[in-house]
């Protein structure tokens, strides 16, 4: 009797596939998706009233961080409250004394 043996094969073959084939198409839980990265921080606002006079004439000298940003010659370095703050926005505060 050759067929017990071959039809209890049988049987286990389709065992293994039917449980291969449930497993494929079940689906996976998607991924969680990573958090949105935090916004930068806006600049501080400026206070006019407290910051020092530009100590020198402004003509050819628009760019402000070009000697301020690491203190090139006399011109003092930007202090570290003010990273991150643009030439646009210097002059919002340090208008030209005299």
């Known amino acids: 009797m050759k067929t017990k043996p071959v039809l209890w094969w049988l049987a286990v073959v389709m065992l293994v596939l039917s ?30 009233s407290r910051a020092k006079p530009t100590p020198h004439e402004l003509e050819n000298r628009e760019t ?10 006399d011109a003092s370095a930007i202090p570290a409250d003010h990273a991150g703050r643009t030439n646009d926005l210097c002059l919002t505060c340090h208008q030209p004394a005299g």
Do not use: K, R
């Open 19 to 48: 449980v291969s084939l449930v497993a494929c198409n079940s689906q996976a839980p998607a991924p969680t998706p990573a958090p949105a990265p935090a916004p930068a921080p806006a600049p501080p606002t400026a206070t006019p």
């Open 64 to 73: 402000c961080l070009m000697c301020h940003e690491t203190g090139i010659g």
